[in-house]
């Protein structure tokens, strides 16, 4: 159903893919749009045992193309280090296909916005941390994309043991 990587050289193992989505603060997320138009949206995100999820508003394109069509990607680029005198990139990335949703339940939202909040405040107090959370809730939407698919690939000068 996936394509098989065209420079097999580079493709990177599952478990590096998944390091690199542990590892990332943003990455942008891609669904089928308005009259079927490509849209993707830098999002941050946190990864959790083959889901991924974000938070974002009730209402909007996001959304909308969510409804829509469930299917989509998501991309992290790890590292983009221009090379302009071999006008080459030594590049690493991951990119994870699935499909994606709404979560409704609210044990399962809060779950995945303990979860984000950790991420990006590792340092908060638990007590902080749900008086936030608590304070934002009404207005909160999550999605949960389920994993179907992950690959990553780097620059072949990677590959070759150059520095990173």
Avoid at 1 to 26: D, T, Y
Avoid at 71 to 91: G, H, L, M, N, R
Avoid at 92 to 120: C, T, V
Wanted: with cysteine; proline share 3%.
């Amino acid at each position: 159903m996936f394509r098989e990587m065209r420079r097999k050289k580079q493709a990177l193992s599952h478990e590096k893919a998944v390091e690199i989505l542990q590892r990332g603060s943003c990455g942008v997320l891609a669904l089928l749009g308005d009259e079927g138009y490509p849209y993707g949206v830098p999002l941050s995100y946190v990864w959790d045992d083959g889901r991924i999820y974000f938070h974002c508003a009730k209402a909007g394109h996001k959304l909308d193309a969510i409804r829509g069509c469930e299917k989509a990607s998501f991309c992290v680029i790890d590292q983009d280090d221009v090379k302009p005198e071999t006008y080459t990139t030594w590049f690493r990335s991951a990119i994870a296909f699935g499909r994606i949703h709404i979560l409704e339940e609210d044990s399962r939202k809060r779950a995945a916005i303990e979860k984000l909040a950790q991420k990006y405040a590792p340092n908060d107090t638990a007590e902080n941390r749900s008086r936030v959370i608590d304070s934002e809730w009404g207005p909160l939407c999550l999605l949960e994309m389920t994993v179907e698919h992950l690959s990553g690939k780097e620059a072949i000068e990677l590959v070759r043991g150059g520095n990173a």
